[in-house]
């Protein structure tokens, strides 16, 4: 069953290759496609293409459907190549010729362009939500260990003192600079293509305002041939929103598994969270946050991939934009469920006691101690020389008493500006 059918026979082979994984990936935008298909059903009654009574029994096919896939009892059989023909053979099934006249006014190429931008508009609400979640999560995090002491490093050398309130501030405050960018992909998404059909319009007097107000778009995307051109555009906007809060969740999760080594043993978790090797009783691996460091770089090339897709493409469809459809809802997902299992792991961190007296820790307080000289009048290249010189003959002896009370410090974190920025996201 296809939208194109003209009675003709295709080869299997060729069938095969250019449908691909759709039937499977379809019905995550199956309710997006009705939800399409009856705006589009009530504006075609609205100018007269469809009767009253049509419509009512569009919309009573429609519901019925809407119902099946909230059950679970939508299935798009092998004999369909997609949602879309899956749904106007349903339509035809029970209604007959009323059925066949929901494709009026419209192509397959602005019906799956339009499912495709409800199904981003909903999900990067969702990213937008959960990413909020964890900021929070991270937030009474930073709050409850604020004044407890962690080293920092650079290079992956000690360096100078850090703050589990620091730490955890910093990547939730990073996460708000992630939220820019999902806000971003969101406006972009929040334009109405239907009515652009085949990428040049239609010759039917069809309302495009009514359908934007019914599917509640901020605004049409005007342009009929610009409408089919945000393929492609759309999805590099949203995989370079979603790989910036994948990268965020990268760079904690690796920042987790080093603290959870023993070498650091700054963190732990419980044991039910962790798991064990087959040869070696001891163990306890951070499993959850390798894999989420490995799914979220998995994301972040995504943009790559869809770039090189759609980079030199000239203006109208083609059919290289089917591609992107499977690996961007898999990424939706992918991340959806990411920031689920980052926010209720790290909710049960356990933040270790650390004795800053520790050998390996004596250079920590060298910055401290030589801006407390500077401040007793010498200059800085003297007593960073005088510090140095102690650190190179073993005399030296860490002052720990120096406060930092600078915005954004470890004694001053500015928790509630911070969250005043999210609050503007």
């Known amino acids: 069953m296809k939208l194109w059918d003209k009675g003709l026979s295709i080869d299997k082979k060729i069938e095969h290759f250019t449908v691909g994984n759709d039937r499977e990936i379809d019905i995550h935008i199956a309710p997006y496609d009705l939800q399409a298909s009856l705006a589009h059903a009530k504006m075609l009654a609205s100018i007269g293409i469809i009767t009253g009574e049509e419509l009512e ?25 997609d949602v879309h023909s899956k749904i106007e053979f349903e339509l035809t099934k029970m209604y007959g010729e009323v059925g066949k006249k929901i494709h009026t006014a419209r192509s397959r190429n602005d019906q799956v362009l339009v499912a495709l931008q409800l199904y981003y508009k909903d999900n990067l609400q969702l990213i937008s939500g959960k990413t909020k979640t964890l900021f929070n999560t991270l937030f009474q995090l930073a709050e409850q260990y604020k004044t407890k002491l962690l080293p920092g490093y650079t290079h992956l050398q000690v360096a100078m003192p850090s703050s589990f309130g620091l730490w955890f501030s910093a990547y939730a405050e990073l996460l708000i600079d992630d939220l820019y960018m999902v806000n971003a992909a969101l406006k972009t998404v929040d334009q109405n293509p239907l009515g652009s059909a085949a990428g040049y319009g239609s010759s039917f007097p069809i309302d495009r305002e009514f359908t934007t107000k019914e599917l509640g778009f901020e605004t049409l995307k005007y342009n009929v041939v610009a409408a089919q051109m945000s393929r492609g555009k759309s999805e590099r906007t949203i995989t370079m929103a979603l790989g910036s809060v994948s990268n965020t969740l990268a760079r904690f999760a690796m920042d987790i598994c080093l603290y959870m080594s023993q070498n650091f043993d700054f963190i732990s978790f419980p044991d039910e969270l962790t798991t064990g090797s087959s040869i070696m009783p001891h163990k306890k691996n951070p499993d959850v946050f390798e894999l989420i460091r490995g799914k979220c770089n998995k994301i972040q090339a995504l943009y790559t991939e869809t770039l090189l897709i759609t980079n030199n493409l000239p203006s109208g469809y083609h059919r290289d934009y089917q591609l992107l459809k499977e690996n961007i809802i898999n990424a939706f997902e992918e991340l959806k469920d990411v920031l689920d299992i980052f926010d209720y792991a790290i909710q049960q961190v356990i933040v270790k006691d650390i004795d800053l007296q520790d050998e ?55 928790l509630d500006k911070i969250r005043e920025k999210l609050n503007l996201v």
């Open 360 to 414: 390996k820790y004596k250079y920590l307080f060298t910055v401290d101690n030589i801006n407390t000289l500077v401040e007793n009048v010498m200059s800085f290249r003297e007593a960073y020389q005088k510090i140095g010189g102690e650190v190179v003959n073993g005399t030296y002896t860490p002052d720990t008493s120096k406060k930092h009370t600078h915005i954004g410090s470890i004694d001053n974190l500015c």
């Open 57 to 81: 029994q569009l919309t009573t096919g429609i519901t019925t459907l809407q119902q099946q896939v909230e059950d679970g009892t939508f299935i798009i059989d092998a004999q369909f190549e």
